[in-house]
């Protein structure tokens, strides 16, 4: 098993602004890609990447770009919400989101979000519009983002987190994410950022691309991200409205079978 553990003096690393975590497991094909985003932002970031062990080259890429990054490791970890949180907590910076290796930032996107959070200082997070980029065809449409409403956040999760950004102090207040969940943590979050601290802060441009192909936890785990969200909504809001039971037959087994064609 490969362990690489490399703490790096990143450019720009001068009172960071924003600590962004890229967790990431052989996704060598696009970590480059979200590396290069990250880099082209015209904010101070401190970049963390923690990479569960991979086995499929994305080794030499950290070690291309470690001139750019905080810290990198590789090594078999306790999954996606506990290398997030693991690697937040490394940094110092004001404001925390995290980019998963197969999505983008688009240019200026985080300094969008940041002026979001410095005219609504009472917001927890901000977070944007973002395109949801089909790796089969190559179109992009936009994903389903709506500005912030409790009612409609238990209808479905109208944030992507992609295009998020939250202020440390408040992922400090819940603790990060659940560890517990593998599929619907960052749904979990906004609701538990949203009790402990008020709304997000919603801006109407698009800031992010998360990526759809077959690789995808959604896409692999589909049932099992929607039992997730179910078990989210019933924690927070106390009931499952009936629109997932409705919808569920087209959003799990439907999809599955689209995507088998």
């Given at each position: 098993m490969l362990d690489i553990r490399l703490r790096c003096k990143q450019s720009g690393m001068t009172n960071p602004?924003?600590?962004?975590?890229?967790?990431?497991f052989n996704q060598a094909q696009y970590l480059e890609q979200a590396l290069k985003s990250l880099t082209d932002q015209d904010v101070p970031l401190?970049?963390?990447?923690?990479?569960?062990?991979?086995?499929?080259?994305?080794?030499?890429?950290?070690?291309?770009?470690?001139?750019h990054l905080a810290s990198?490791?590789?090594?078999k970890d306790d999954g996606q919400s506990a290398a997030i949180n693991e690697g937040i907590a490394l940094g110092s910076?004001?404001?925390?989101?995290?980019?998963?290796?197969?999505?983008?930032?688009?240019p200026g996107g985080l300094q969008r979000l940041i002026d979001a959070l410095e005219a609504a200082p009472s917001a927890p997070a901000a977070y944007g519009r973002a395109w949801n980029h089909n790796e089969a065809n190559g179109r992009r449409t936009p994903?389903?983002?709506?500005?912030?409403?409790?009612?409609?956040?238990?209808?479905?999760?109208?944030?992507?987190?992609?295009?998020?950004?939250?202020?440390?102090?408040?992922?400090?207040r819940v603790g990060g994410?659940?560890?517990?969940?593998?599929?619907?943590?960052?749904y979990d979050l906004w609701w538990r950022l949203y009790h402990a601290s008020g709304p997000l802060a919603f801006v109407p441009d698009y800031v992010a691309v998360n990526r759809d192909h077959p690789?995808?936890?959604?896409?692999?785990?589909?049932?099992?991200?929607?039992?997730?969200?179910?078990?989210?909504?019933?924690?927070?809001?106390?009931?499952v409205p009936l629109k997932w039971w409705l919808l569920q037959p087209y959003a799990v087994w439907y999809k599955a079978l689209r995507g088998m064609r």
């Open positions: 602004l924003v600590t962004v975590v890229v967790p990431s401190e970049i963390f990447v923690m990479d569960g062990g991979s086995t499929d080259g994305s080794v030499g890429i950290l070690q291309r770009y470690a001139p990198w490791r590789s090594h910076a004001p404001f925390v989101t995290w980019l998963n290796s197969d999505d983008l930032l688009l994903v389903w983002v709506e500005p912030f409403e409790l009612r409609r956040l238990a209808q479905r999760c109208i944030v992507s987190q992609p295009a998020t950004l939250i202020r440390r102090s408040a992922w400090q994410l659940d560890i517990s969940l593998r599929m619907a943590m960052d690789g995808t936890k959604t896409n692999t785990y589909r049932s099992q991200h929607y039992r997730e969200a179910i078990a989210v909504v019933r924690r927070h809001a106390g009931r």
